[in-house]
DNA sequence: ATAAATAGACAGACCTGTCTGTATTGCGAA
DNA sequence: TTCGCAATACAGACAGGTCTGTCTATTTAT
């Protein structure tokens, strides 16, 4: 059987094939129509699930969310075998993402920027994750340098966003070198005193 | 009179409405109907100085790139009264643009998102755009410490892009002052060698 | 049989781009 | 000055496609 919690095959599908598409092409670009047809499903099991579009995207962005973590738990965890400093580690698996096929940036700036309304759900929940995000950087911080680190933390956040739309623009993951550089070199500076 | 270089008033029209409608709602969220509606112009006025909807987009991006020029120049001669550290009055400017009424980031960030298409003229224009960006940006700090520059420049720009996005996303512009204090003070380490 | 998923037509709006026809304007020639 | 000419812009209908969302009716599986 697979009713109560199984989550529905069908609703499951839609999710990634929207997830997919949206990251791929962009929240505007992609219709309904297309999704429905990559995920192999009808239309009214789509709007059943997700009433509508909006619903949809914010469902897939929490969806999002929730891979975005696991890649970087794996990832980091992957590279912690040779080095125990977790921010190296973070910073090595976000060169990982970079690199990684199809890589088209962080899709919450995506969603803020193509969502321009800042009232929209979506983009509600892009900055509600970034300050997750940022959390979770700034408690790796911490755990380098301890109590400085509410001085550095900011600013490191800022070299990954930037690093994150360079790369996208610049087509090149070169942007990690030097956030890297400059982040580590930040901290280390500010661990020191 | 009015006709030969005088650029025609209704392009000069399409143009100015254009770059403001796609700045505040998106490239993919107006319409042509809404921007000649705006305008005060008729549809084929429009089609004849730009061919399609892509050459028109591209054509703002150019106006754009003027505009936000002539921005950070004046505006950085205002704040030049103050002070002769001119890295210091980009970022004093860099405050003032996000303080703007509108501010919606940067033109060219959200153009590489929305047209997602690395191919197409304005995801090019915007990646050239931001190499001359930074180009200027490492004059500037060529200037603040010299040589040593090319090792920190990069790094400047990263906290300046990061700050734009991060600005859009929070709605706020505090980013400034953290993108401005980590960036003198990685200036300031690196001309004291 | 009941619940869920299927296929696909449909409405109504909006999209880009084309087309026709009219009004305005400046300018050289009569 | 007055006429006609050419360029420009105007208004708006139109074609052909796509968009979101609704609906009906059929199929499948339990």
Redesign the pocket.
């Known amino acids: ?1 697979e ?1 109560p919690k199984a989550a ?4 499951r599908r839609v999710l990634e094939t929207a997830d997919r598409l949206f990251y791929q092409e962009g929240l505007r670009a ?5 999704i429905i047809a990559e995920a ?6 789509l ?2 699930h997700f ?4 619903d949809l995207i914010l469902a897939v962005l929490k969806y999002r969310e929730e891979k975005v973590l696991e890649f970087f738990q794996t990832a980091m965890e992957r590279h912690g075998k040779r080095t125990k400093d977790h921010l190296r580690c973070f910073f090595a698996a976000l060169k990982d993402w970079f690199e990684s096929p199809g890589f088209r940036g962080c899709a919450f700036q995506n969603a803020a920027v193509e969502l321009a309304d800042p009232s929209h759900a979506g983009a509600q929940f892009a900055k509600a994750h970034k300050r997750r995000f940022q959390g979770l950087l700034a408690g790796l911080v911490e755990e380098s340098i301890g109590k400085g680190a509410a001085k550095v933390a900011p600013a490191v956040g800022l070299l990954v966003e930037g690093a994150i739309v360079t790369a996208v623009i610049q087509g090149s993951p070169d942007a990690v070198d030097v956030a890297r550089g400059a982040a580590l070199k930040m901290v280390a500076d500010a661990g020191g005193e």
Chains 1, 2 share one sequence.
Request: glycine share 8%.
């Open positions: 059987m009713q529905s095959e069908a609703r992609v219709g309904i129509d297309r192999g499903v009808a239309k009214m099991s709007y059943k009433p509508s579009k909006d």
